[in-house]
């Protein structure tokens, strides 16, 4: 079965076409900096047989960064099934699902519960069905592996009347990232998952969250309701004090939407610096900029922050895990945040955080008590799994479609 996996972030869309039940991925890449201010132009990174190709096209939107990688691989290529992440469900969509057009008025309903995210995988879902409309559609939740978060953690404390009736409480996410990396923690370390203690740091070049993981399971995630809550993103707030919110509501003379924009769309990395969203833009100007020496100042501090607060909740710490665009790429950033850590039995090696050359890696000194791995995730192969899982325990006799091509051996994409 060929999967095509779509994986929208903040400001990316990563996309692979996996091989199931093998997992082989037979292309992928990322389309960076979609529709945010950044000091450098939109790319799109594409890889397939073992080398990359970097295609620089301008990308205002999700369904048009999803064109621009279908030129790539070639639109005439149609997989078994798409399979999109999709962020917050809500009280919707409870768990993993097959999508069909009589689902989309549901996922209208939901698309203000995540803002960066929702909307974009939505308005893909319409277009992959207006594209090809014989292939079927997956949605895989962001927030099933929270699921295990106790109530006195995910508990917000408003009435319970209101919480109840708007379902209002912390749902977490990153989660299909913050599973896959500790699982795969686990391996690395001969721990079996079910027992594997440590925190996540999910840092993307967009989105971001820590995750506290007892026994194998989420207990707490920095995110919350919303991706909003946390740490300091591309364009998020991440933490505020609730009277700030209503501060703005009566600025703005009670325009929520106004009021949202700005805490999704343009606070955060880009509202701080007043230059970029992107904190990697941010670090390359700290030596001569005082605005970005500041905004990275309290972007280390978030994550300082959440982690020391984490690594005191979970007992015994097997490891510490970075991820993401940030976390894996950045050794700046693995090194000021694991800095002056070493009452938590942190110790870093600054010579191996400085000389990656494969995942995943162990970057901890060999006296430190707790493992420091720099680990790629791999998202898309997580959801790849889950969706062969769930169209192959599905009625598929409806896909059966009579019109719809399959990926070949003789597809230009798979041999170019």
């Not at 440590?198 to 026994?215: K, M, Q």
Request: with cysteine; hydrophobic share 35%; proline share 5%.
């Amino acid at each position: 079965m060929i999967i095509f996996v779509l994986n929208c972030g903040s400001s990316s869309l990563k996309y692979k076409i996996i091989s199931m039940p093998s997992g082989e991925e037979l292309l992928g890449g990322e389309a960076q900096r979609i529709g945010s201010k950044t000091a450098e132009p939109s790319r799109i990174f594409h890889h397939i047989s073992g080398r990359e190709e970097i295609f620089t096209v301008k990308m205002d939107g999700y369904q048009e960064a999803f064109g621009e990688v279908m030129k790539i691989i070639g639109e005439d290529l149609v997989p078994d099934i798409f399979a999109h992440r999709l962020v917050q469900g809500g009280t919707v969509f409870r768990t993993d699902a097959i999508i069909e057009r009589s689902s989309f008025p549901s996922l209208e309903k939901i698309k203000d519960l995540a803002p960066l995210h929702n909307p974009p995988v939505v308005g893909l879902i319409k277009e992959c069905d207006r594209k090809y409309p014989d292939t079927p559609q997956a949605i895989i939740l962001d927030t099933s592996f929270h699921s295990t978060i106790p109530e006195y953690a995910y508990s917000y404390l408003l009435p319970q009347s209101i919480t109840d009736e708007l379902g209002i409480r912390k749902y977490g996410f990153h989660g299909i990232s913050h599973q896959y990396v500790s699982e795969e923690a686990a391996k690395f370390l001969n721990i079996p998952p079910e027992k594997f203690n440590g925190v996540s740091c999910h840092l993307g070049s967009g989105g971001a969250s820590l995750c506290a993981i007892v026994d194998g399971r989420s207990v707490d995630n920095s995110m919350g309701f919303s991706p909003l809550q946390g740490l300091m993103m591309s364009t998020r707030s991440g933490d505020l004090d609730p009277a700030v919110i209503l501060k703005m509501i009566a600025y703005s003379t009670g325009d929520f939407s106004k009021v949202s924009n700005i805490l999704n769309k343009e606070s955060g990395v880009l509202g701080m610096s007043g230059t970029s969203s992107d904190i990697r833009d941010i670090i390359s100007k700290i030596s001569y900029d005082e605005r970005s020496e500041i905004t990275f100042d309290v972007y280390l501090w978030r994550i300082k922050k959440y982690l020391g607060s984490y690594l005191t909740v979970i007992g015994r710490k097997d490891a510490i895990i970075f991820t993401d665009t940030i976390g894996e790429s950045i050794p700046a950033v693995r090194e000021l945040v694991c800095a002056n850590m070493d009452f938590f039995g942190m110790k870093l090696d600054n010579w191996k955080n400085n000389s990656i050359t494969g995942y995943p890696i162990d970057i901890a000194s060999p006296d430190s008590k707790v493992r420091i791995l720099v680990m790629k995730t791999n998202e898309e192969l997580a959801i790849a799994r889950r969706a062969y899982q769930l169209l192959s325990a599905h009625d598929t006799e409806p896909f059966k479609r009579k019109n719809r091509k399959p990926i070949h051996e003789k597809s230009n994409c798979l041999n170019s």
